[in-house]
């Protein structure tokens, strides 16, 4: 299995920026795709964005598509998510999972169960 740490959440403004971290240790090199997640106050945790290893492909939820980016340094085993021109409605808690087995429906993908390694989270929180 994977083990996933997050960090660089905090406050900021609205219309400020902070880039995420996850650190992977373990079978890394049995992860497929890495996806990032949140979980607002009083809600469910839901997809932010998700990069398929196979051909590091990237989608996106809706929401934050154009203002967030995910990415990935390998030989680090680090994910980022730099999130830009953050809303106060970007304001959560934010996981990051790691699937290992390929995914090969991009619905799929973007939904909790298509991963087994999930970090701790890190809070973000985004003032007006």
């Known amino acids: 299995q994977v083990q996933l740490v997050e960090s660089g959440g905090g406050l900021v403004q609205a219309g400020g920026s902070l880039r995420l971290s996850c650190a992977a240790s373990g079978r890394t090199f049995d992860t497929y795709a890495v996806g990032w997640f949140r979980r607002a106050p009083g809600k469910e945790r839901e997809f932010v964005a998700t990069?398929?290893?196979?051909?590091?492909?990237?989608y996106y939820a809706d929401s934050v598509k154009g203002r967030f980016t995910i990415s990935r340094h390998a030989a680090k085993n680090t994910v980022y998510l730099q999130m830009n021109s953050l809303k106060p409605e970007d304001t959560a808690v934010y996981y990051c999972?790691?699937?290992?087995?390929?995914?090969?429906?991009?619905?799929?993908?973007?939904?909790?169960?298509?991963?087994?390694?999930w970090g701790q989270g890190t809070q973000v929180t985004v003032s007006s």
């Open positions: 999972s790691a699937s290992g087995r390929r995914i090969w429906l991009v619905a799929t993908l973007k939904q909790e169960s298509a991963y087994d390694s």
């Open positions: 990069m398929d290893y196979s051909d590091s492909s990237t």
